[in-house]
């Protein structure tokens, strides 16, 4: 009986040291432990030279085709008369409304104007031959804030429109190169324009 507690006794012990053997050994799989004081060096620049592509220019707008003619060209003394006998030369004109400002000032063409000698009116005329994308921008405008009016002339070799704004008609009329804008206080509706785009038109350069 005496061997027999012995060996009990014996067992737990061996148990343990089994355990601690096995605990070391996994201590060991697991690697050394990281150095506290250790520092880890920063990442070095690369020395060689990144290429860069070259941006790609942008797209600039293409200069506007400058018109110019004679106004007794745009419109003859004749022509005026038979508008109406009141309508004579303007010798001060400066274009107004914007789309005849634009006539002028962005698209680089000419305005003309003649003014009633008893109300003091003014038929407003320019002519301007702008580039084809500039052309279309101002054809979308008036198509989109104008009415159409197809006695002027038929699409798509001619587009006319009619609007009335701040007590004026203004017509504009898009035919091959050339952009016509056509203003008065006496342009009630599209009509009373007509005979003036006729004769615009036909006194134009061909193009």
Not at 36 to 58: C, D, F, K, L, R
Not at 128 to 143: R, V
Request: glycine share 8%.
């Amino acid at each position: 009986m005496l061997r027999s507690s012995r060996l009990s006794r014996t067992r737990p012990a061996a148990i343990a040291l089994v355990v601690a053997a096995s605990a070391m050994l996994l201590s060991g799989c697991s690697g050394e432990a990281a150095d506290p004081g250790a520092t880890t060096a920063a990442p070095q620049a690369s020395e060689t030279p990144i290429e860069t592509t070259p941006a790609e220019p942008t797209e600039t707008a293409e200069p506007p085709v400058p018109f110019a003619i004679e106004c007794d060209e745009l419109l003859t003394p004749d022509q005026v008369y038979a508008f109406n006998p009141n309508f004579g030369a303007a010798p001060d004109f400066a274009p107004s409304g914007d789309h005849l400002v634009a006539v002028v000032e962005d698209e680089a063409g000419t305005a003309c104007g003649w003014v009633n000698q008893t109300s003091g009116d003014l038929i407003e005329v320019g002519v301007a031959t702008p580039p084809e994308a500039a052309l279309l921008a101002h054809q979308s405008d008036a198509a989109m804030n104008s009415t159409p009016v197809p006695t002027y002339g038929t699409p798509p070799e001619l587009e006319g429109y009619f609007t009335q704004a701040d007590g004026s008609g203004e017509a504009q009329i898009f035919s091959g190169p050339y952009w016509i804008v056509i203003r008065s206080a006496a342009l009630f509706e599209p009509g009373d324009a007509g005979k003036l785009v006729a004769d615009v038109l036909g006194n134009l350069p061909a193009a």
